[in-house]
């Protein structure tokens, strides 16, 4: 059985980044770009969920907490240029288990994949990076 992620992002540039990325690391992967969308695609099967926080619909924390309950399990990724901190903490409330700042790098991603497959990042972590990388809060 393959690993299934759902990128939920209405930027075409980081649609094909992340998609290619996650399809390359042997993921199945749906995009959706607005929340209207993402929500025909919740299911208890997807592992990763990476959301954008600015869609034409709303915001990714409006999708968040459909996420965990689709799927409990899977590790939810909110990924954002916007480090404001009532927002995380909002997208942590709701569900969320990673809040990335962009840019990311492939580096970080592979090791965020690595951390999954491992067992080591799971849905009962909480971790914020940073721009540059750097964790900078993780809680179980």
Not at 38 to 49: E, G, K, V
Request: proline residues 4%; aromatic residues 8%.
């Amino acid at each position: 059985m393959s690993k299934r992620a759902l990128i939920i992002d209405d930027d075409s540039a980081n649609q094909s980044l992340w998609r290619n990325f996650l399809i390359e690391n042997g993921y199945e992967v749906n995009i959706a770009p607005d929340i209207s969308t993402a929500q025909q695609y919740l299911s208890d099967d997807i592992a990763l969920y990476l959301i954008d926080y600015y869609l034409p619909d709303g915001y990714g924390t409006d999708v968040v907490a459909a996420a965990r309950e689709s799927a409990p399990g899977s590790v939810v990724m909110m990924v954002s240029m916007d480090d404001d901190a009532d927002i995380i903490r909002e997208a942590m409330r709701l569900g969320g288990n990673v809040y990335m700042v962009k840019p990311s790098t492939p580096t970080l991603m592979t090791e965020i994949l690595n951390e999954i497959e491992a067992g080591t990042l799971h849905s009962g972590i909480h971790q914020l990076i940073n721009r540059y990388g750097r964790r900078t809060y993780t809680a179980q």
